[in-house]
Structures are given as C-alpha cells and as structure tokens.
C-alpha cells in the first residue's frame, strides 16, 4: 500500500468523483483511477461502487476511509514537525475549543502566543466538546480544549486539567428576574421557559441531567443554537440559559446574570491530545502557555 495511493483513495471518498478527485490532487484520471485499481487488487476488495457513474463507497471502503485519513494527517504533522525550526519560527498549531472558551480563556492566551511565534499559523476548530473529541481522534487536531470527564467510547486521549468553572443563568436584562432576582436553584428553572444549545454542546447534556436529576424535564422555547445564537435568544426574552461564568462576563448588555448557589453546576475543562501521537512542537509550546494561563488566572 503506497501513500498516494491512500491520497487518490481520499480524494475520491470526499469528492465521489473520479475527475474532480483527479483535479484535487493534480494528477491524470487515469493514472488516478489505476493507482486505486491496485490499492483494491492489494487489498482484495472493491472500495467503490461505480454503478452508472454513481461514486459510493463500499463496506471495505468506509472501513478503509478514517483509517487512511488519520495515516495523512499523521504524515501531515511529522511532516510539519520536521520542518518547524528550533525557535518555533514557522509551523502551525489546529486547536479546538468549546465556543465559551473561545471567548473567555482563548483570545488572551493566542495574543501572547502569536507576539512570541508571530510565524506560526493558528488554526482554531469551534464546536462542543464531543465533536472536538472525534476531531481529535481522526486526526484533524493537534490539541482541544474539551470537557471532563471523556464520552464513554472515546479514543485514547492524554488530557491535562485546566480549569474548573461554575455556571450560572442568564435571562433578559429587560424581563423581570427569575426567581425573585436571588440565587437560584436548578428546581427553581422547573417552569422557566428555557434556550437550549444543539445536541453535542456539553453545556446542553450538564444543564438536561441536572435537572433531571430533581425531577423534571426542562421546558425549551428555542433549542439548536451556538453560543452566540443562545445569548441573543436569550437577550430577546426567549427563555433563560445555562452558561459558563465566563461567558457570561464577555457576554454585554442586555442579560443578566443569576448565580446558581443552592445547587450549584461546575464544568471542569481539560487541554487534550491523542495519547498514540504527541503533538508537533508548536503545540506544545501552546500547551505549556494555555496550562500557565489557566493557573495564573
């Protein structure tokens, strides 16, 4: 098995087109569609169905697919760590980070790291934290900052406690508090119309299985939104949310913020790596800054 071979093999999974496939990588159809002649001859089975001109994968072909892509990207980072030099004066660090994160922790930490490494390119993946974990896992990261603890079938990931965070509610600065305006408890938000992010937000799962833990199902007006979206629901009177503290100091006028001190939620977050790679040299050195960030802060 030859590693263009796995190349042309990428490029037509993601493309379901011989030519265009061919045009991705710059090299002749032919010479791509025989190339993935030998890699099935190698391998004793078709990867693609070519009925009618119809491109789908095969069973062998999705099992081929993540497999071939972690191999790239794994090539891509030695290849990227080799040629980094000893002052860290080029390279590129891929980061994930929950959006909270993105707007509390992140921006002070990156604006160092670019002050010092002005030559290394960030590239920084917005999602939640279970999304981030398969990311990881493929290889399309080099580092993530994610939510503790790990989904029970997650790959082997090396993780670093970073910081542990309360969370608090946030409602519309121009509807009457909840509660009266003190401290809330989670059985307190029982009949409170609330805003709720997508499936795959850690923040959605920790607010529904509190509140299921005193025994109601939470009432969701507005559900499916990023971060953003979730403040300006909430900012228009739609509902209340759950959020991070440290959101809810970036977040601006128009909300206020309601602590949770009866029963109070926490969130504990952890920088991660694939425990099989260790990161390229440039993310290590983000490493070391985002761990010296969070214990200074």
Not at 37 to 45: D, F, I, K, P
Not at 158 to 175: K, M, N, P, Q
């Amino acid at each position: 098995m030859q590693f263009q071979q796995l190349v042309y093999f990428v490029a037509v999974a993601e493309t379901r087109h011989f030519t265009r496939a061919a045009e991705r990588v710059h090299v002749a159809q032919p010479s791509l569609s025989q190339q993935i002649r030998a890699l099935e001859r190698e391998l004793g089975a078709e990867l693609f169905s070519r009925a009618r001109g119809n491109i789908q994968l095969t069973d062998a072909g999705e099992a081929l697919l993540p497999l071939a892509r972690r191999i790239l990207a794994d090539a891509d980072t030695a290849r990227l760590e080799v040629q980094e030099l000893a002052q860290l004066q080029r390279g590129r660090v891929r980061l994930g980070a929950t959006p909270s994160l993105c707007t509390g922790l992140l921006p002070g930490v990156l604006r160092a790291y670019h002050s010092a490494h002005p030559g290394i390119q960030l590239l920084i993946e917005e999602s939640g934290s279970h999304d981030l974990v398969r990311e990881l896992a493929r290889g399309a990261l080099d580092l993530a900052l994610i939510t503790l603890p790990l989904p029970s079938a997650a790959p082997a990931l090396t993780t670093v406690e970073l910081l542990t965070e309360d969370l608090v509610v946030i409602s519309s600065a121009e509807l009457p508090a909840p509660g009266g305006g003190g401290p809330l408890g989670i059985g307190d938000l029982r009949d409170e119309p609330m805003v709720m992010f997508r499936h795959g937000y850690d923040l959605r799962e920790l607010t529904v299985a509190a509140c299921r833990a005193e025994g109601f199902e939470p009432v969701f007006t507005v559900e499916g939104g990023e971060m953003d979206a979730v403040l300006g629901f909430v900012r228009a009177g739609l509902g209340l949310a759950v959020v991070p503290a440290m959101v809810a100091e970036h977040a601006g006028p128009g909300l206020r913020v309601t602590l949770l001190a009866a029963s109070p939620l926490r969130r504990t977050i952890a920088l991660a790596h694939r425990t099989d790679v260790g990161p390229p040299r440039a993310a290590r050195e983000l490493k070391r800054m985002l761990l010296a960030g969070s214990r200074s802060g």
